[in-house]
């Protein structure tokens, strides 16, 4: 991701040529291409948007008190908001470790198959990359919090990027 | 650096980085939650399928079927939802990079070729706003066409046409049309063949057809699959009709279809 933002001499030229990348790979421009970052898109066999996941996670965010903010026009099982929604309940007292659990269920449930078609349709390899990173993180989030066997290191902040993806299982599916 | 024991500390830190996958972590939730969606209700409303009575739960569509009262609901009618909830829909304002950045003198080459860059509604409205004016001040009035594709959902709030030539009457001063590229060549046929122009006229019904039919051509047109879709909201009586035994079957080289019972007769015979 460094040497990708790091290439070219004009920030804008960057930050323009990862737009152009983002909206083919996310907005749904590129059509086959799309690696769609919301969970009901994985979910069943119609791919489409706002199935379960969309009320489930509707759910988890009525139960932390929270909703998502009026000028993000996205459903609630978007890969970010459900991150946000994770990274709140972290902060929050050791009593949601049931729900943190949950959480977890839901971004397993698509992380991994994200991650593969982002290193799959991804030209420059900058968002396969970020996806790489997501998904090392959610797994170690898991572990972490599930009191499972630890990842054997962890990413921290800007330094080089230290759990590696894996294979991807088939997703288990959270209670419905 | 890593680190081989992670606290929840660390992870925080290292959740930095996700904000590349998209939207900014930090402003997505705001305290307080909304209230729940109302109990689930079934609604009916119409599409070019024919219309239908769609579940809602939660503010989603959770099921759709069919107006109980269409003898002939359409197979495609499922299809519906994934017309609303498609992955590949497009939700925000895009543009050419190349227009972007260099407006009308970008390269008409890279049209089609995916280079897309994601703007806001208000960038969305100005580049649209400043074309405009460039047009009208190197063309005139002339060089703007209010033409657009016809087809909308069904009701008139998705009338594109109408949409584009309220904003384009904002502004005043440009060209427009008369009729539609679909039935315009009807309205000047059809009075020299029955009278009327068959489109926005009462047109002629299925009974009196097969009442006093000899011959029926359909040239170029699927009757049983193209009656599925109408331009409002069917509902697809005509197929009664198509049932009906309305000729006998040919023979030799000609193919029988058999829901109209009438020979299908290609344009260049085998």
Partial sequence: MREIVLAGDNPAEVARDLSNEFILLFDGVGGPRTASPYESAYFGFSRRLFQAPTSEINRLLRQADVSVSSDVKEPADHLSIELALRGRMMRESASCRNKCALLDLHLMAFAPMLADKCLEADRAGFYAAAADLMLGFVRALRDAFSGRSRPSTLPVGDDEIAVAPGASKPPERPPS | ?270
Avoid at chain 2, 117 to 138: F, I, K, N, P
């Fill in chain 2, 1 to 270: 650096m890593s680190i081989k024991d992670p606290t929840r500390r660390s992870i925080l830190k290292s959740g930095a980085a996700m904000g590349a996958l998209g939207l900014s972590g930090s402003s997505l939730l705001v305290s307080g939650a909304c209230a729940a969606s109302a109990p689930s209700s079934e609604t009916l409303t119409g599409s070019h399928w024919g219309a239908i009575r769609m579940k809602v739960d939660d503010g989603r569509i959770v099921g759709i079927r069919p107006w109980e009262r269409d003898s002939r609901p359409a197979p495609t009618l499922e299809g519906v939802m994934d017309l609303i909830y498609s992955p590949t829909r497009i939700k925000y304002p895009i543009v050419r990079r190349d227009f972007l950045e260099k407006g009308h003198r970008a390269d008409p080459k890279g049209r089609g070729d995916g280079d897309f860059v994601r703007v806001s509604w208000d960038q969305a409205l100005d580049l649209v706003v400043s074309e405009l004016r460039c047009v009208d001040a190197a063309y005139g009035p002339g060089g703007t066409f209010a033409g657009s594709y016809g087809w909308m959902s069904p009701g008139k709030l998705h009338n594109c046409q109408s949409h584009l030539r309220r904003m384009l009457n904002l502004k005043g001063g440009f060209v427009t049309c008369t009729g539609d590229y679909s039935t315009e060549a009807l309205e000047v046929m059809m009075p020299w063949v029955v009278g009327s122009t068959e489109t926005d006229q009462q047109v002629t019904a299925w009974p009196v057809i097969i009442e006093n039919t000899q011959l029926m051509v359909f040239w170029g047109a699927d009757a049983i699959n193209n009656n599925q879709v109408g331009w409002l909201i069917p509902d697809h009586q005509a197929y009664v009709y198509h049932e009906r035994p309305q000729r006998d079957a040919g023979s030799g080289s000609r193919k029988r279809a058999p829901r109209l019972r009438a020979d299908c007769v290609p344009l260049r015979p085998v």
